[in-house]
């Protein structure tokens, strides 16, 4: 279970997250949308213990992430595919999240290859790799330690077509295993298809949440998504 309750956050000039409330039940798929600076990444990063809610509180799995026992093995994040080191090969570093947990060197290789990254590439240092591989590499390093929950930042940025087929999959799977999972996109289409419930902010409030169809209804996401966000984007001047 995820949990935000209440949760507002403000930076000197500017309310990122206002009175923010929702909740991802075991065995479910959230597709957590809105505009851009709507404040998802600020309410991800604020799930996963990175940074601290002004007020409100925001718990994985009952607590807080920052006080739950061993999280590594409980929840996996994917907030940015472009934070893995430049020089290290995709293999090095499964190795050496595998080494923190204590996992054997074998899940290294099953995790290559539940992600699709072939030996040849594990062997290739990140900087060389695609979007599309380091999102493949992010996501499998999310899962190493067969988390409970999942908090993932955009994760089919840059996927080609299989790939976003394999990731809806992936997903799908974890979720009937009783995984929690939180998934931020603005592919609208490929979220209708995984998610079960939708969460959609604008300007750090929730505008609307439900299953994919109270949503959706007769128009479909993107024009619920256009409909209710109409007057939600944040100026950038
Ligand atoms: N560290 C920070 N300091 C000041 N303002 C910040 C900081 N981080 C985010 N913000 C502001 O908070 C608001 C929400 O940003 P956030 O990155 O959470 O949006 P987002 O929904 O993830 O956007 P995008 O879809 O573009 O990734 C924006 O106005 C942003 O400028």
């Given amino acids: 279970m995820i949990e935000f309750n209440n949760v507002s956050k403000v930076y000197k000039e500017v309310k990122a997250l206002d009175d923010v409330s929702f909740t991802v039940e075991p065995g479910s798929v959230t597709g957590f949308l809105g505009p851009n600076g709507a404040g998802k990444s600020t309410a991800m990063r604020i799930l996963a213990g990175l940074s601290r809610p002004t007020s409100g509180s925001a718990t994985v799995l009952g607590r807080p992430y920052g006080q739950l026992d061993r999280p590594a093995y409980r929840v996996g994040t994917l907030l940015d595919a472009g934070a893995q080191h430049p020089g290290r090969t995709g293999r090095e570093i499964l190795t050496l999240g595998a080494i923190v947990l204590g996992l054997p060197r074998s899940r290294v290789d099953d995790i290559l290859d539940l992600v699709g990254l072939t030996a040849r590439q594990g062997r290739q240092t990140v900087g060389g790799y695609s ?107």
């Fill in 131 to 237: 979007l599309g591989m380091r999102q493949r590499l992010g996501i499998g390093h999310a899962l190493l330690g067969r988390p409970e929950a999942l908090i993932l930042d955009e994760p089919a940025n840059g996927l080609d077509p299989h790939g976003i087929q394999w990731m809806r999959g992936l997903l799908r799977d974890l979720a009937g295993s009783g995984c929690s999972v939180l998934l931020s996109s603005h592919l609208l289409h490929e979220v209708e298809q995984v998610a079960d419930r939708i969460v959609m902010i604008g300007r750090g409030r929730v505008l609307a949440q439900g299953t994919v169809g109270e949503l959706s209804g007769s128009r479909g996401l993107e024009q619920a998504f256009l409909d209710l966000t109409a007057n939600s984007g944040r100026s950038t001047t």
